[in-house]
Every structure is written in C-alpha cells, then in structure tokens.
C-alpha cells in the first residue's frame, strides 16, 4: 500500500474512531447519546422510523451511511449476510432480523471503537446470531464461497483499493450469492479532480468511482447482472446509488479442470 493510501485509510479510521466515542460518551449522558452530524443525505434519517424505535438508540446515532441497504438486499430467513463497514451495527442488528435465529449477520469494521460499540449494541438488542469481526475490506477474514449476500453502506467509496474490495466479495460470495449495497458514485463526466473539488475522501465524495468505473470494477472482479440505480443527489453531480450485482451460479465450476 502506498503511503498516500496508508494516510487515507488512517484519516478515515481516525474519523470514524472519533464518531464511535462521541456516540459512546454521550449514551452515558443525562439525555442519552447525540447523532454524529452528517447532512440530510447521510445517516438514520434515510431509515423507516419504526426500523429505527426498534434499534439500540447508540445503534441509531452511530449511523453514517447514504441509504438502507438492507432495505433493498432481498434478505431471506436463513441467509448468511455480511456487512462491510459494518460502524455501530445498525445494518448488521437489522439484518440478524431479516435473516431470522437460522441465518446469521456478520459485520467487519477496522476501527477498534466502532467495534467496541457495535458489540454494546448487539447486546441490547439481545441479538444472538451477530458475530463482528476485525479487518479491512480488502482482506476480508472469511473462508472463500460462505456468503449469501453482502452489504455495504457508504463504505466502499473510503477504500484506496476499490478492485481488492471487489475481488474479496466475489471469493466469499457463494456461487449465486449477491451485493446489495448503497455507495455514492459520481456522474462519468466528472473527473477524480473535480469529485475532490465536491467534498473531501472522508466524506465519502472524493474517493467515489463513477457509473462506468464502478460497473466496471464489479465486472471486472467476476460480477454479472450489474445494476446501479441512483436515489438522491449528495453533491453536484454526485449521487447516493444502490449497487445490485450476483455471482455467476457458474464461478461454482470455473476453473475446476473437470473432464467432461
């Protein structure tokens, strides 16, 4: 990784570090914990109101996201699902929900404070079939073909390695298995300098791919069935979207040498 790559991700960890203590010390509070400030694009307000009440009120603040990807995953009873940048839990409590006693939720985050808090609002909402793991998202710490679904929110656009991002969820997606995911992603007209000019890395808009970018880096990994639908502008040009892409039921037999 290069240097200006380990700067970027240790800028977005510190960030991120920051969000889950101010989360923490305020649920200590008098008046319980206070939402990290985003703008009306980000956060939990883009969550149903009774999908909200239901949730840790920790869970809920924590919440940095551009949209609800377990709103738009098709999750099923049964199903193993997991969520990349997973922050304070609030995909990972929603979708152990979806998937039922019989499936399970993991969620994997690299910053050690959002971790801590993720396992504090697993434990409130009482959710037993949640396990949190520690990595990055380009190195996922999951054996390969063990996934139904992948999910992500707003996340993929902090990695300074989009294609390892890609590659990763492919391995651990069984053959067939999906993403769902929410991301912002840029107009093709702009430039990666006229992206940066929109918002900074952390802000999820200057590490953004554009439409063809990120269809081609999903095509690239292995994907089929590419589709990227945006839902709302988050600065000009700019725009909150849901990514939907499968595994080829195929990739099961792929470079097998099995004799016919």
Request: with cysteine; net charge negative.
């Amino acid at each position: 990784m290069s240097e200006q790559s380990t700067d970027l991700r240790e800028t977005v960890r510190r960030r991120y570090a920051a969000a889950a203590v101010q989360v923490t010390e305020g649920g200590t509070a008098c008046c319980g914990p206070q939402a990290v400030e985003v703008d009306e694009n980000f956060g939990s307000t883009l969550y149903a109101a009774d999908e909200r009440e239901t949730l840790p009120a920790e869970a809920v603040a924590a919440s940095l996201g551009c949209g609800n990807p377990t709103a738009v995953a098709g999750l099923t009873e049964g199903e193993r699902v997991l969520d990349l940048g997973s922050g304070g839990g609030i995909d990972v409590l929603l979708s152990a929900r979806r998937v039922g006693p019989t499936g399970k939720a993991y969620g994997l985050d690299m910053t050690e404070e959002m971790l801590s808090l993720a396992l504090a609002n697993a434990a409130k909402a009482g959710a037993t079939n949640v396990e949190f793991l520690k990595g990055t998202i380009e190195a996922i710490p999951l054996p390969a073909d063990t996934l139904d679904v992948v999910i992500s929110n707003c996340v993929i656009n902090l990695s300074t390695d989009k294609p390892a991002v890609f590659a990763e969820t492919f391995r651990v997606l069984k053959p067939g298995g999906r993403i769902g995911v929410s991301d912002v992603v840029a107009d093709d007209a702009l430039t990666p300098e006229q992206r940066a000019e929109r918002g900074d890395y952390v802000g999820c808009i200057a590490g953004a791919l554009s439409f063809a970018e990120y269809r081609h880096g999903l095509e690239a990994a292995g994907f089929a069935d590419v589709e990227i639908t945006p839902t709302h502008v988050v600065a000009d040009g700019m725009h909150s979207a849901i990514v939907h892409a499968v595994k080829p039921v195929a990739a099961a037999v792929a470079g097998c040498g099995c004799a016919g």
